[in-house]
């Protein structure tokens, strides 16, 4: 079993910046891509950003340039370097966590205010 637990959501003024924080446990090692979607409301989720267990990166064009996936030295934690918002950006993140099945955290909400 894997959990996810994300963190770093919160209110901030357009043009800003945030970093998202997922802390991954149990059968990590057993996932080969870990990643960051997104919900606005009334919208579908969409993938924001994946990382291979080779560094690889997918990351969404409409964030590409303002946004870096990124894991730690361990592998157990992931990063969303998240700059220049736009209000665009307001969603619930959630965390990906992808193996034999998906992963998924709780989400953490990110308000990107005009």
């Known amino acids: 079993q894997i959990q996810l637990v994300e963190s770093g959501g919160g209110l901030v003024e357009s043009g800003g910046s945030l970093r998202l924080t997922c802390a991954a446990s149990?059968?990590?090692?057993?996932?080969?891509?870990m990643g960051w979607y997104r919900q606005a409301p009334g919208q579908q989720r969409e993938m924001v950003a994946i990382?291979?267990?080779?560094?690889?990166?997918d990351i969404a064009n409409s964030v590409k340039d303002r946004f870096t996936i990124f894991r730690g030295d361990t592998k157990s934690t992931l990063y969303l370097q998240m700059n220049n918002l736009t209000t665009e950006d307001t969603a619930v993140y959630y965390c990906?966590?992808?193996?034999?099945?998906?992963?998924w955290g709780q989400g953490t909400q990110v308000t990107v205010s005009s």
């Open positions: 990906n966590g992808k193996g034999t099945r998906q992963y």
């Open positions: 149990g059968d990590i090692l057993n996932l080969y891509a």
């Open positions: 990382i291979l267990n080779n560094g690889r990166t």
